[in-house]
């Protein structure tokens, strides 16, 4: 089978926002809800365990920590890590109506955390050779720590959404006009 969360491309990448930020904000990151998640993204079929769920949770946080640098220089090292240690199968795939892109393979009896970390690792390093940056981060909102993957092609976006840059925006105005 074939995911396409490999890709570098935004709709694989955003599979690795939302799962750092459902790890680490908390909320109910069992088995049901990470299966949830990968099928949200068009992840493999894997059977999750309580345990596979656990240990997931446990292992994005290197995911987690690499959203969190800017320095391409340390990023670059840290995905070539993860692929030292969880090594990618890359192959060309041709979704209808697509054009060809790079996935990662994964069989159905392949370890879920393996699959995880080469995919995302492979995504990732994808993700900084075509930008040539981290295009990637966390919220600059102060009351939040979201991570998201950037995706416009000016400025480095610095907010996870319109709602925080907004909000951060008003507040400044509401500051400088004394409110």
Sequence with gaps: MTEDLAG???RGLHFIAELANTVQDGT???AAALRALLDRHGGPPFVLTESDARRMREDTARLIDILAM????RAAEAINTLLDEYPARPHLVRLPGRPWSLHNKASDSADPTHWLLSTTALALGLWLSERGRCAWGQCAAPDCNHYFIDTGRRAPQRYCSPRCATRVRVASHRARQGR
């Design 8 to 10: 570098a491309n935004p």
């Design 28 to 30: 109910e990151a069992g």
């Design 70 to 73: 800017s320095d391409e220089d």
